[in-house]
């Protein structure tokens, strides 16, 4: 086993403008990480989001969602470089481009968000892992002993079992290695949302009608009924947005074409396959169960037939959230990682990485700060979700918390600063006015959502 220091000299031509070694990303890369993020556990809530909000708000609120995300993503993918969106200087991540931008007071409010909803992610991603193998196990037994059976199990083991394996698939050392995790992770996310919309559709064609109502389902009073709505709001909004990882992917991309240009092209392909899946998995969804609607679609048990099929489903679902997970917790190691390098630039824990050479494959770097703060992170994730295993009540607080500040708030104003937007202009009141109504959007779905996860807790 070798040792070595970090830092390396590259020559020009392997180097990009910044000298950071030549990145290789491409448009279609771009979407694979796009899909991995954004097709993830959110979409196994959107059928009861659409049973709460009735079929005209439902599918109206998705198709907003949709456009606002783009947008989103749009204004932020112009924030890459710095002062100009082309040739300016690289911004690594959201922080960064926060700091340029907004100035410091803003990074610290930001970053506090940001890291806040990365972490968020990843717990959830822990409870909804161990809720689809103990789905599985149901499954088999309501296959074997009959739909009647307790088949009851639990989820704590599966949860520690996931956090094993990502404490191994977290020293994978950043985005650039990631490709080829992300593509096997968007394979299965469009696999296991093709099982769910295909067993809507069947489900549909077997009751002989579509179920539901405009209303959505009735509630015993209106303030439940308020409560149940603002957190399908926030349950949405976690589903969509992936503008929190916009920059670290489109920092994974070559140039040219310019890569602002290949990011809004992959976000416009991305969004495209992500609505579609979505708009099918929640409106079939809702059809085939209507007031019925389980709060995920694949492990609720609306569908216990054919087994094997919900079997598959769910095991693709695990399949990409162990790649999903560390899409979300790798801009958490980078920001700490780099941190630790300023602070400590002559600490062997911190710099000294070692080569582990395995026979027939390629030598693997490691360094003590990543193998303990990574573990540390991955534990840390684990014990929460064990704490609060409540999917849709979970996704609708960390939706509501990252909806406005991450996904609306500063990709509007940075792209203010940046396009020298003059106040009180039409592009001014515009975006000022999108930025307002987005938060009032987080407002109702965060109360609504932490309403939901306190009764749950008390209950």
Not at 215 to 235: C, E, R
Not at 403 to 425: D, H, L, N, R, S
Request: aromatic fraction near 16%; include cysteine; glycine fraction near 8%.
């Amino acid at each position: 086993m070798a040792v070595e220091h970090s830092f390396e000299v590259a020559n020009n031509a392997s180097c990009d403008d910044d000298g950071h070694p030549k990145r290789t990303g491409t448009l279609w890369s771009c979407v694979a990480h796009i899909i991995t993020a954004a097709i993830g556990a959110g979409v196994l809530s959107l059928a009861w989001s659409t049973s709460q909000l009735g079929w005209i708000a439902g599918p109206v609120t998705l198709l907003c969602f949709t456009i606002i995300t783009y947008i989103s993503a749009s204004l932020l993918s112009d924030c890459y470089r710095s002062p100009d969106s082309i040739t300016g200087t690289r911004n690594y991540s959201y922080m960064d481009a926060v700091r340029v931008n907004l100035g410091r007071k803003h990074t610290w409010f930001c970053g506090l968000i940001q890291y806040f909803s990365l972490y968020g992610t990843d717990i959830a991603y822990v409870i909804t892992t161990a809720t689809c193998i103990r789905a599985i196990q149901r499954s088999n037994c309501y296959h074997r002993e009959g739909h009647q059976a307790a088949c009851t199990y639990g989820d704590t083991f599966y949860m520690l079992l996931f956090g094993l394996i990502q404490i191994v698939m977290s020293q994978i050392p950043d985005f650039h290695n990631m490709e080829w995790l992300s593509i096997v992770a968007a394979i299965m996310s469009v696999t296991y949302s093709s099982i769910g919309l295909g067993l809507g559709f069947a489900k549909v064609i077997e009751n002989g009608k579509i179920m539901g109502s405009i209303s959505g389902v009735p509630a015993a009073n209106v303030a439940d009924k308020l409560w149940l709505t603002f957190q399908a709001l926030g349950d949405i909004a976690f589903a969509y947005p992936y503008t929190i990882i916009v920059l670290e992917i489109q920092d994974t991309l070559r140039s040219p074409p310019p890569e602002n240009q290949t990011m809004k092209k992959a976000s416009m392909a991305a969004i495209f396959i992500i609505t579609f899946f979505f708009l099918c998995c929640g409106c079939f969804g809702y059809a085939a169960f209507g007031n019925a609607t389980p709060g995920n679609l694949l492990t609720g048990f609306g569908f216990y037939e054919p087994y094997w099929l919900v079997d598959l489903a769910n095991a693709c679902i695990c399949l990409h959230l162990v790649g999903g997970y560390q899409i979300f917790s790798q801009p958490v190691f980078a920001f700490v990682e780099r941190w630790f390098t300023k602070k400590f630039p002559n600490s062997g824990f911190v710099n000294n990485f070692y080569t582990f050479k395995v026979p027939l494959l390629p030598g693997f770097k490691w360094n003590l700060l990543r193998l303990c703060f990574r573990t540390a992170y991955v534990i840390s994730t684990t014990v929460i979700a064990i704490l609060f295993p409540y999917f849709n009540q979970v996704l609708g607080v960390l939706g509501a918390v990252n909806f406005w500040p991450v996904a609306i708030y500063f990709p509007v104003e940075m792209y203010i600063v940046q396009k020298k937007i003059g106040a009180w202009t039409r592009k001014w009141i515009v975006l000022r006015t999108f930025s307002f109504v987005c938060f009032i959007v987080t407002v109702v779905a965060l109360i609504g959502s932490l309403e939901g996860l306190i009764s749950a807790k008390l209950s």
